[in-house]
């Protein structure tokens, strides 16, 4: 029953340093999303995916990256971390997209300092 | 077009009263209308959803309200519990996999026992 397992929980990364938070789902999920969660903002999509090989930008994907070469992974890639990425990030799946449950993981909270 | 106003920012309730977080959307093409539930540390989790057919859905002490001429739909619980003391999320999207899951911006209810 681990559902969408995202790592690390924590990370703080100095200005300018890379890198990718992971996120894999057991439940074989065709859609995959990556959202940040500021304070009084609500959760905003960065990428989302419909499926394995296929990508797509969100609200917000300036300065991140992703792939999904797997039904199950579906990792993002911060690269030159900005201090505008402090958030808190959440990976979420879903059977057949947005008009269906949406399951989320716990989350990581990242600080760039 | 795409925004979802959610009200009010935060909640305070007394044990065994109603809570009421009400929302707004413009987009008279969204189709699926969630709640989600946030605890402390934890992702969102899915409470309640409706879709514009119907003008209430009520699942145990949790109701929602959906009046789509004003395009307003809002969250009732009942007899609020300390434990409902969480971080609530409303949002809508409409059919389709290049569509979105748009998020309120959240209202943190605390029930006081």
């Known amino acids: 029953n681990a559902g969408v397992t995202q790592t690390p929980k924590f990370r703080i990364l100095k200005i300018g340093q890379s890198m990718t938070l992971q996120c894999t789902q057991d439940?074989?999920?065709?859609?995959m999303y990556w959202y940040r969660q500021d304070p009084g903002m609500g959760l905003k999509l960065i990428y989302y995916?419909?499926?394995?090989?296929?990508?797509d930008k969100g609200e917000v994907p300036n300065g991140y990256n992703v792939s999904r070469s797997t039904t199950e992974d579906f990792p993002l890639r911060l690269e030159l971390a900005a201090p505008s990425q402090t958030s808190v990030y959440f990976c979420?799946?879903?059977?057949?997209?947005?008009?269906?449950?949406?399951?989320f993981g716990q989350g990581t909270r990242l600080t760039v300092v | 077009q795409q925004q979802v106003k959610q009200s009010p920012q935060s909640l305070i309730v007394q044990k065994g009263g109603i809570s009421i977080i009400n929302c707004a959307y413009e987009?008279?093409?969204?189709?699926?209308f969630p709640w989600y539930q946030q605890f402390p540390g934890k992702g969102p989790a899915l409470l309640i959803a409706?879709?514009?057919?119907?003008s209430e859905k009520k699942e145990g002490r949790f109701t929602i309200s959906f009046n789509k001429s004003a395009k307003q739909f809002s969250l009732h619980i009942m007899d609020s519990q300390p434990g409902d003391s969480a971080t609530y999320f409303c949002?809508?999207?409409?059919?389709?996999?290049?569509?979105?899951?748009?998020f309120g911006t959240g209202t943190l209810l605390a029930v006081q026992p």
């Open positions: 979420a799946s879903s059977f057949t997209g947005v008009n269906t449950e949406a399951f």
């Open positions: 439940m074989n999920h065709n859609y």
């Open positions: 995916s419909v499926g394995a090989g296929i990508t």
């Open positions: 987009n008279t093409a969204f189709d699926y």
């Open positions: 409706i879709r514009p057919d119907v």
């Open positions: 949002a809508a999207s409409k059919g389709g996999a290049t569509n979105k899951l748009i």
